[in-house]
């Protein structure tokens, strides 16, 4: 195998490296797709993760259910994927 193969080969392995709790590699890259279509304008996981995590703030998962169908995301699928990026997605985000 031609070494510059080997590297696209591998390529194609990162997005399930740096976001090892998806299911696959296209739900990391859908995920970010995603958030960044319906919340990037306006919002960054890092401030989101901080207003989730205040004290005696309820869990974020069961929020974000309620909240997304009124707030860009009324597609149950396209609000999963949002949840799981904003749980699950590197904070530097």
Same mark, same amino acid.
């Given at each position: 195998? +031609?070494p510059?193969?080997?590297?696209?080969?591998?390529a194609?392995?990162?997005?399930?490296?740096?976001?090892?709790?998806?299911?696959?590699?296209?739900?990391?890259?859908?995920?970010?797709?995603?958030f960044k279509? &319906?919340?990037?304008?306006?919002?960054?996981? &890092?401030?989101? %993760?901080?207003?989730?995590? +205040?004290?005696?703030?309820?869990?974020?998962?069961a929020?974000?259910?309620?909240?997304?169908?009124?707030?860009?995301?009324?597609?149950? %699928?396209? &609000? +999963?994927l949002?949840?799981?990026?904003?749980? +699950?997605?590197?904070?530097?985000?």
């Open positions: 195998m +031609k510059y193969v080997a590297v696209l080969a591998g194609a392995f990162l997005p399930a490296a740096l976001f090892p709790q998806f299911a696959s590699a296209t739900d990391a890259r859908e995920a970010e797709k995603v279509d &319906r919340c990037g304008n306006c919002h960054t996981v &890092r401030k989101l %993760r901080v207003s989730l995590g +205040k004290p005696g703030q309820r869990d974020a998962t929020h974000l259910e309620e909240f997304l169908p009124t707030h860009y995301a009324p597609d149950a %699928r396209e &609000r +999963k949002i949840i799981d990026y904003l749980t +699950k997605a590197p904070a530097a985000r």
